[in-house]
């Protein structure tokens, strides 16, 4: 194929990990004597990092803005509560290992890029048996996280492609701002935490199931090539 990298997101792309995130985000919160989120809550919350995360939830909860000591000392919380638990109810969607199996004894370079904390990030990957298949990851510990186009270069740049070479896959509008930032092709899934209609996202090509990844790809290819003189 043309595009021979494909980079993912991971919450709400690769896993659902939404259960996880909720009963860690939920232990800070009673602590501080506040409400639990639903996990519903927790889903429109996830994808800007863990400072976004936890912001949100004590907003979500009333009462006075946090400090920015408070906030510290909440996310420090958050972090140890998360990587507890970080595969505990979490669980990959439907079809994505059986795919990057497939993607990647197909030749494809792989690499995920997610906002998500490196070590939570490694240790689902581990967890449940994806690891093989991913060449690169950049989680959001870098110096730049997604929408910034310098967190998605960075993963390509580990890949050895460039722009040209790459598919985008994920699930909210970060990703299609990262991916039009180098003029990456994007695909969206329906089945993640898009705060709006994946379909009003703006991306090249929307999926409904994961092993529709290959067909979505062949698409963007074709498009492609129509484009050519």
Request: proline share 6%; net charge negative.
């Amino acid at each position: 194929m043309n595009r021979p990298a494909i980079v993912f997101d991971l919450d709400g792309t690769l896993i659902d990990s939404a259960p996880d995130i909720a009963a860690a985000i939920n232990a800070v919160l009673g602590e501080s004597g506040r409400r639990n989120l639903s996990l519903t809550e927790v889903r429109q919350m996830v994808g800007d990092g863990t400072q976004a995360l936890v912001s949100r939830a004590f907003a979500a909860v009333g009462g006075a803005p946090l400090a920015e000591s408070e906030l510290s000392r909440h996310i420090g919380k958050y972090r140890i509560a998360y990587e507890e638990r970080a595969t505990r109810d979490t669980v990959p969607y439907p079809g994505v290992v059986e795919t990057l199996r497939s993607l990647y004894q197909a030749g494809f370079r792989l690499g995920v890029c997610t906002n998500k904390p490196d070590r939570p990030a490694r240790a689902i990957i581990e967890a449940f048996g994806m690891a093989p298949y991913i060449g690169a990851l950049v989680g959001g510990d870098a110096p730049a996280r997604k929408p910034d186009a310098r967190h998605l270069r960075g993963t390509l740049d580990l890949l050895g492609a460039g722009p040209q070479e790459a598919v985008m896959v994920g699930d909210g509008i970060n990703d299609v701002m990262v991916a039009r930032a180098l003029s990456v092709p994007v695909v969206i899934v329906t089945f993640g935490y898009s705060k709006t209609s994946p379909g009003s996202l703006g991306a090249d090509a929307i999926i409904d199931r994961f092993d529709q990844l290959f067909e979505a790809l062949k698409a963007l290819d074709n498009g492609a090539d129509r484009r050519e003189p």
